[in-house]
């Protein structure tokens, strides 16, 4: 009897194993996926009734072209290989293709969709390219003929510009890895434009401008990005990310630069229209002057001068004529005053004299005196001259001439009148 051990056993299943199933394409759908921090790649692969366990290491994990998830149905071309410690056999995956299209198509719906959820596409993120560039780099092959019509196209539009040529390459497992370095580098030396680009191509071909470094690269430069990668029935990723998109090379030269003769004929008609314009504003400006000059000389200083100098002339002929009058009106009062001052006086004199005559007797007569005539007296009361009818019985009073004062008392009142 042969007895083996459990690893003996294995070795042998292992060999068997390896040499039957060498290379093997097998599809099925991926579940239980797991990516180790080692760069490894564990999943299983399964169909509607049975699983099996696979791997694939980190040097064939790093050529995939696209994402692996979960449920993704896939083929795999690899060996069957057993994993001694445990006794599981396994799939050890060289290559990965999507069942049903090709895994460069997957790769780039996938890192499409990724990149669109991330905003690089947004147009608000899009940069404005200068209207009249002075410096300008382009990203390309310096070999490739994608440049050759580049700068003949932007020698025959425009030759006020400084080209400068950042030679990488465009195809190739490094040529994405070269083409975000020169961005980068590019962005940091102050150009107006950057152009990257090369000629048409097989997906495999222009594949470098589908890299996510790539995108990202041009998403956080600066500088304002053109990508002119192939025809115009191409598009990569780049196409998306960059601030505009160019359907070939030499496109690219003819939407960012201007055209000198085109330049030219607008610097005439501008030049016409400026003319124009200019003379239409010099006689615009004439009139104004003319009719401000007209108007001026209706309201100067030097008018509004004479004016008040023929309003001072005019109040002084009137004042010198009014003075004249007054003057003349003076002298003929003065000699009519003149005239009749003396009878005046005589007048006043004469009147003054009368009312003091009358003033006199009006005293004489008033004054007791002078009423010392017999019969008569004056009569008083508190030192007060009454009249004799507001004197009451038992009121007492003085009688006063001019030489005797006597007080005397009411006895009796009666109205003379009454007795008659």
């Not at 950042?166 to 190739?172: A, I, T």
């Not at 008569?376 to 007060?384: G, P």
């Amino acid at each position: 009897m042969n007895v083996l051990n459990v690893s003996s056993l294995n070795e042998q299943i292992k060999t068997l194993l390896e040499t039957s199933f060498s290379h093997v394409f097998v599809e099925g759908e991926i579940s239980r996926i797991t990516f180790h921090n080692s760069g490894h790649i564990y999943f299983t692969l399964k169909d509607a009734t049975s699983t099996i366990s696979a791997v694939m290491f980190k040097g064939n994990a790093q050529k995939l072209k696209f994402q692996l998830k979960e449920g993704l149905k896939v083929i795999v071309d690899g060996a069957v290989t057993l994993y001694k410690p445990r006794g599981e056999y396994q799939i050890n995956c060289f290559n990965i293709e999507p069942a049903g299209h090709g895994a460069l198509a997957l790769a780039y719906e996938q890192l499409k969709q990724k990149l669109l959820s991330q905003g690089y596409f947004e147009a608000s993120t899009k940069k404005e390219l200068p209207k009249f560039p002075s410096r300008i780099a382009l990203i390309t092959s310096a070999t490739g003929a994608a440049l050759q019509d580049m700068l003949r196209v932007a020698n025959s539009r425009y030759r006020l510009l400084e080209i400068d040529i950042y030679d990488v390459l465009v195809q190739g497992e490094s040529a994405a890895s070269a083409i975000a370095n020169a961005i980068k580098v590019s962005d940091k030396n102050g150009y107006d434009i950057i152009v990257i680009g090369r000629g048409g191509g097989s997906i495999e071909d222009l594949w470098a401008f589908n890299e996510e470094s790539v995108a990202d690269a041009i998403f956080h430069a600066k500088t304002p990005i053109v990508s002119a990668v192939g025809h115009e029935i191409d598009w990569v990723i780049s196409d998306f990310v960059a601030d505009m998109r160019a359907p070939t090379p030499s496109a690219a030269m003819q939407m960012t630069l201007p055209d000198t003769n085109e330049l030219y004929q607008s610097l005439d008609s501008i030049a016409s229209q400026f003319s124009q314009i200019l003379s239409q504003k010099i006689f615009n400006k004439q009139q104004e002057l003319t009719h401000l000059l007209k108007s001026y000389s209706q309201h100067s200083i030097e008018k509004k001068l004479t004016q008040k100098s023929q309003e001072v002339k005019q109040l002084k002929e009137s004042f010198l004529q009014l003075i004249t009058f007054k003057m003349q009106n003076f002298s003929k009062e003065r000699e009519h005053t003149k005239m009749r001052f003396p009878h005046a006086i005589d007048s006043i004199v004469n009147h003054k004299l009368n009312q003091l005559l009358n003033f006199q007797k009006m005293l004489e007569s008033n004054n007791p005196k002078f009423k010392s005539r017999s019969g008569f007296a004056q009569i008083s009361q508190n030192s007060k001259v009454i009249d004799l009818s507001s004197l009451n019985v038992d009121d007492i009073f003085d009688i006063q001439s001019a030489e005797i004062n006597i007080k005397a008392k009411v006895l009796q009142k009666s109205n003379i009148k009454e007795q008659k």
